[in-house]
């Protein structure tokens, strides 16, 4: 069964500090990994995916993220978080092999602090 | 820039009443979906649709639930009788195809549903 991790409820950080949210995954065969950014009251932006290719992938708002498969993980990050990036951020899994859905994990509150 | 669109924005009903929700998927997407989340709580799959027949179903989707592409464009959800625990926000998400290198799936700004 797929599965998504995001181990910390709320992330803090300072501005110009960089920025890291976790995510781990569980998928039979080969994973379609995603970012989403959801502000509030709003609906889901996506910011980023691995499907193939480079392990490091670069997205929207000067967010990257790094596909590891030996750990399972495609973690967040951005060298300088900005205010504006405070957020709830969800990491999503589909398995490449069948199946249609898209497995959602509980997302991450970033709150970025001036 | 194309993108999917749903009404109403936010949709207030009572309890036992029956409510639908309408998506426009992108034009050229041929695999739809309807996601939900309730205040706070994760996104969670509900069902996907391809072909004009449910392709997988999530434990969630009970017989309360139905969708339907009743023309070339609209995409809807259909809640029979609603009730308390139903209220959230459902997303519509459409793809151009189910895998590949390209796959992506666009979402939709939400309908807000709320049941008194």
């Known amino acids: 069964a797929q599965s998504v991790a995001q181990p910390e409820d709320q992330v803090n950080v300072a501005e110009g500090n960089p920025l890291t949210v976790k995510c781990t995954y569980s998928?039979?065969?080969?994973?379609?990994l995603f970012w989403y950014v959801q502000y509030p009251n709003r609906g889901l932006q996506f910011l980023l995916k691995?499907?193939?290719?480079?392990?490091l992938v670069k997205g929207s708002y000067g967010f990257e993220a790094e596909f590891n498969k030996s750990q399972t993980s495609f973690h967040l990050k951005k060298p300088s978080a900005l205010v504006s990036d405070s957020a709830l951020y969800f990491c999503?899994?589909?398995?490449?092999?069948?199946?249609?859905?898209?497995?959602f994990g509980a997302g991450t509150r970033l709150f970025v602090k001036a | 820039e194309p993108e999917v669109t749903q009404t109403p924005s936010h949709q207030v009903t009572q309890m036992g009443q029956e409510v639908i929700l309408r998506c426009v998927p992108i034009?050229?997407?041929?695999?739809f979906y309807w996601y939900r989340q309730i205040l706070g709580q994760k996104v969670e799959f509900l069902v996907s649709?391809?072909?004009?027949?449910?392709?997988?179903k999530s434990e969630i989707f009970d017989d309360q639930f139905s969708v339907e592409r009743p023309d070339g464009s609209n995409f809807t959800l259909k809640i029979r009788s609603t009730k308390l625990e139903d209220s959230a926000m459902y997303f519509c998400?459409?793809?151009?195809?189910?895998?590949?290198?390209?796959?992506?799936?666009?979402f939709g700004p939400g309908t807000r549903l709320t049941v008194t």
């Open positions: 691995y499907i193939t290719g480079d392990n």
């Open positions: 998400a459409s793809s151009e195809m189910s895998g590949g290198p390209t796959y992506e799936q666009y």
């Open positions: 649709f391809y072909n004009n027949e449910i392709s997988e």
């Open positions: 999503a899994v589909k398995a490449e092999a069948g199946g249609f859905k898209t497995i």
């Open positions: 034009s050229n997407h041929l695999y």
């Open positions: 998928v039979s065969g080969n994973p379609y």
